[in-house]
């Protein structure tokens, strides 16, 4: 159990893995405020490059830190700290198809449709399944 949840946040992912990364389309105000708008948010630290995350990790006091499953294999920023201070490392699995990537790839089909008269006429609806399925790339 979390008594405090604290999130950080990365200002610009690019700044250390350039060609690896996107770079964030909303600003780190706009992610700020969404995860200030979270009730389960304690805190929010905001980080730049991956030596800051060292030492935020370094300098507060944690218990557990949460990772997507994705990197449950893999060598990541902070992993030999956290095992060998026993923070513990919990994976959360990931049952859904949404990233930031796949909604790029998705707004970049539909502003190209719209743009090249593939679908003209047509408003998308951004809660219809059945029109983005229409439209996605297979």
Known sequence: ????????????????????????????????VQLQGCKY???????????DLINLIKTQTLDIRFLSEEYKDRDFTGKQYCIDNNIELHY????????????????????????????PGEVFDQYSPEILNKYEKS
Do not use: W
Not at 6 to 23: S, W, Y
Not at 41 to 51: A, F, H, K, R
């Open 1 to 32: 159990m979390c008594i405090i949840f604290v999130v950080a946040l990365q200002v610009d992912p690019t700044i250390d893995r350039p060609g690896i990364k996107n770079k964030p389309t909303q600003s780190v105000y706009e992610r700020y």
């Open 41 to 51: 948010v304690d805190e929010i630290l905001v980080y730049e490059t991956e030596d």
């Open 92 to 119: 959360h699995l990931r049952r859904h198809k949404y990233s930031s990537t796949e909604l790029r790839n998705r707004v970049y089909t539909m502003e190209n449709a719209k743009r090249t008269e593939l679908v």
